[in-house]
């Protein structure tokens, strides 16, 4: 026969289990929580990664705003311009093509 206090051993641990599983494995639970926050930390590496990558591009904007030969450079090198009364002489490799 169950004696009372086995009865209400047994709904405690019951009511236990269950709140236990609850904070767990609920949408709001310890393991959601623990993922979520080491996603968080992955995010703000990025942010912090990021934000030294565009610190560093906007110094290089700022370089080549400022300085006269570094956009003569650009100029020159990536877009093929010239000077006035320069002329650019272009050096083209030939293909070797062997004879059959």
Request: proline share 0%; net charge positive.
């Amino acid at each position: 026969m169950l004696t009372v206090n086995k009865v209400i051993l047994a709904v405690c641990l019951a009511v236990f289990v269950s709140l236990f599983s609850f904070a767990v494995f609920n949408n709001k639970g310890i393991l959601r929580t623990t993922d979520l926050n080491r996603k968080l930390d992955d995010i703000k590496i990025s942010i912090s990664r990021l934000e030294n990558e565009n610190q560093v591009l906007v110094e290089a904007i700022h370089s080549y705003k400022s300085e006269d030969f570094q956009i003569e450079k650009i100029a020159r090198e990536d877009l093929g311009m010239a000077k006035k009364n320069e002329v650019i002489i272009k050096i083209v490799k030939e293909k070797k093509y062997k004879s059959k």
